[in-house]
């Protein structure tokens, strides 16, 4: 019985070592219950994320009433969102059925450079945005004459621009995770990851500091009678306030990101149980948005309604009318008859006259003979 035993112990040992030297190699998938929970929060994450900014993109492109600097702004954000559904979370998926891959160079680089690039361009834009919002309320003149759509156009370029270039670091990282893995808070100690740090802390505060002056100058124009009478400055104020709650939620979303990666690298802890729940809470984020625009901006909603319902009324409405054009142009089903009827009486009335007529001239030729 010992001797079975410890065979069966053995055995059992072999089988579990041959199995986590496969899941290493990247020959089988995960199937531990946690795992794939995460991996089923991420699938339902993904349909969410790109329904909701479609929408928003949608309702900029199709909607006259917002065709604004802040919404091409605010859209151009979206696109970023949009990317966190089509790429960053399929990706994600990827990794965690096939987790062979974490050990390869160029899809661990592949996957920290658009995680990289899509907090730099989610970060870039909401000081952008934020610079925006002070310029149309500080200097409202200004702000309608030389800030055109085509100017916001290219300030949305640059920002991506400037956001790839900000990822492309990752390529510093070649031989980064040759021990440690594709774990992404082991890399806030290379370079590249301080420079990161530096770079959101620095534009983050400097956004929270540009939305504390912003509020100071609505606060002042508030007190003024003649700019409370003024609609259009009015609707500035609720942009920027919006424009604040976006920004405000995305720092909720990704703190607890940030102090899992410093708190842990900082204490040498390697449970790493709490980095999957808070990362899928921070990338939940690119589906807020909607809801905030859904709830409090009256000029995005109208576009909705207009994008689903007034379509609809429109398709109708101009159905009706070339049913009603194509009867005012078809002649009606009576008209050819008395037509003819008209031209026959009118022969009839033109043979009369001629006769009558010809008698006529004949009674005069005998009047002339006599």
């Not at 496969?22 to 993904?46: E, P, R, V, W």
């Not at 928003?56 to 559904?85: E, H, M, N, T, W």
């Not at 808070?278 to 948005?289: G, K, L, Q, T, W």
Request: glycine fraction near 4%; hydrophobic fraction near 45%.
């Amino acid at each position: 019985m010992d001797v079975t035993d410890m065979a069966t112990n053995t055995t059992d040992t072999d089988q579990n070592w041959t199995q986590s030297t496969n899941i290493s190699n990247g020959t089988t998938l995960i199937t531990t219950d946690q795992t794939f929970t995460y991996l089923m929060i991420k699938a339902c994450l993904i349909p969410f994320i790109l329904t909701s900014n479609v929408l928003i993109i949608g309702a900029v492109i199709f909607s006259q009433s917002l065709r604004k600097p802040i919404y091409v702004l605010v859209s151009s954000l979206a696109i970023g969102d949009f990317a966190v559904g089509a790429v960053v979370l399929p990706y994600d998926l990827l990794h965690g059925l096939v987790p062979g891959l974490k050990n390869l160079e160029m899809t661990c680089i592949f996957k920290v450079w658009i995680w990289t690039s899509g907090l730099a361009v989610s970060i870039t834009h909401l000081f952008v945005i934020a610079l925006e919002r002070l310029l149309a309320v500080r200097f409202p003149f200004l702000y309608r004459t030389s800030y055109t759509m085509s100017k916001c156009v290219l300030v949305a370029v640059c920002v991506w621009t400037v956001s790839f270039a900000i990822g492309s670091g990752a390529l510093s990282l070649k031989n980064w995770n040759q021990e440690k893995g594709c774990v992404l808070r082991d890399m806030l100690m290379s370079p590249f990851g301080k420079f990161l740090t530096i770079y959101q802390v620095v534009l983050i505060l400097s956004t929270f500091s540009v939305y504390m002056h912003l509020f100071y100058v609505i606060r002042q124009s508030s007190k003024r009678r003649a700019e409370m009478t003024s609609a259009r400055l009015k609707a500035e104020h609720r942009q920027s306030i919006l424009s604040f709650l976006v920004f405000f939620l995305f720092v909720v979303f990704w703190v607890p990101v940030a102090l899992n990666g410093v708190v842990s690298r900082l204490l040498r802890i390697t449970d790493r149980s709490l980095s999957r729940p808070v990362a899928i809470f921070a990338m939940s984020n690119s589906f807020v948005n909607f809801i905030v625009y859904g709830l409090k901006n009256d000029e995005m909603r109208m576009a909705w309604k207009k994008m689903f319902h007034c379509r609809q009324a429109q398709a109708q409405a101009q159905a009706q009318a070339q049913a009603q054009a194509q009867a005012e142009d078809a002649p009606p089903p009576h008209i050819p008859a008395v037509s003819h009827s008209s031209t026959s009486v009118g022969k009839t009335a033109s043979t009369t006259s001629t006769s009558v007529s010809l008698v006529t001239l004949e009674a005069g030729n005998v009047q002339e003979v006599k």
